[in-house]
């Protein structure tokens, strides 16, 4: 059975739809279609089954498709222990890292990594926390760096958690704003502020429109941003008001003030990867790196 073929298989069963692994797989519909119809010939099994104009798996199609990722898992395991027979970490592990983590965290223990290992390569994704547990359960990420407090998607018995640090949430103001003093505040006293957000239905957005909602307002959106960099210079130059996470505040680089919220909120940053056959070793010498005690051997 061709790795890749059972890899698009896996994503159908994640995703959903034919359309949906395309589109993760950088291919047009039909060419999802033409391998995974290869795929059936090489198993000599009905994988899919019409219903309509849309395709699902069968009993089969299930069965293969989550046997899929172990199998996926074990053949990149067999390929770490024959560079080397597993002894030093090699070859390329995937790292995916929401935007405030990039620089703070993952950078910092790739550059310990370096000087260490130096087969090893990691190449870092940003991806947000409600794009980086689906792109770990398909296989485009061997690790990340996500939070466990959110409920957009199920984190589930197929994952484990590693924890690294906690990360306040902060309201962050211009620079002059009557606010910006010392002490918590009180969500609810800046119901009538314009408000910088995250894109839709992103993580950091959501957490904001939930936390606003708490407080009894409705947040009067004035500009919404995919990178905390703009989001910040919205704020400095007096546009609005925002809540991000702390790591993504550098009050050194930019003119704004930071307050603590009066119910503070906190996220839990931990390390995901798959559960199944032990990690290669690769991908722990990147996790005990990203430890807040770790770091690659001298």
Do not use: K
């Amino acid at each position: 059975m061709n790795p890749w073929r059972l890899r698009l298989l896996s994503q159908l069963d994640t995703l959903g739809t034919v359309r949906a692994v395309a589109q993760a797989a950088n291919l047009s519909p039909s060419s999802v279609s033409q391998q995974l119809a290869q795929l059936e010939t090489e198993t000599g099994t009905a994988l899919l089954e019409r219903t309509g104009r849309r395709v699902r798996l069968t009993s089969a199609g299930l069965i293969l498709a989550r046997r899929a990722r172990a199998i996926l898992d074990h053949m990149d395991s067999v390929e770490a222990e024959l560079r080397g027979f597993g002894e030093e970490p090699s070859g390329l592990v995937r790292l995916g890292a929401f935007q405030s983590a990039v620089h703070t965290m993952a950078v910092p223990a790739i550059r310990r990594l370096a000087a260490a290992y130096p087969h090893l390569d990691v190449q870092i994704l940003e991806l947000e926390p409600h794009a980086s547990v689906p792109a770990l359960r398909v296989g485009d990420a061997d690790l990340v760096i996500t939070t466990t407090d959110f409920d957009d998607l199920p984190l589930g018995p197929d994952l484990d958690f590693v924890p690294l640090d906690t990360d306040p949430v902060l309201l962050v103001l211009p620079p002059d704003h009557p606010a910006a003093g010392r002490g918590p505040v009180d969500l609810a006293a800046f119901a009538d502020e314009p408000w910088a957000f995250d894109i839709p239905q992103s993580y950091m957005a959501n957490l904001a429109l939930r936390l606003c909602r708490q407080a009894r307002f409705e947040p009067r959106i004035v500009g919404r941003f995919s990178n905390y960099m703009l989001t910040l210079q919205h704020v400095e130059a007096g546009l609005a008001v925002a809540l991000l996470p702390g790591l993504a505040v550098n009050a050194g680089r930019y003119r704004v003030a930071t307050r603590e919220l009066a119910t503070p909120v906190t996220r839990t940053i931990t390390a995901a990867i798959r559960r199944g056959a032990p990690p290669r070793a690769a991908v722990r010498a990147v996790l005990d790196a990203l430890r807040p005690a770790g770091g690659a051997p001298e």
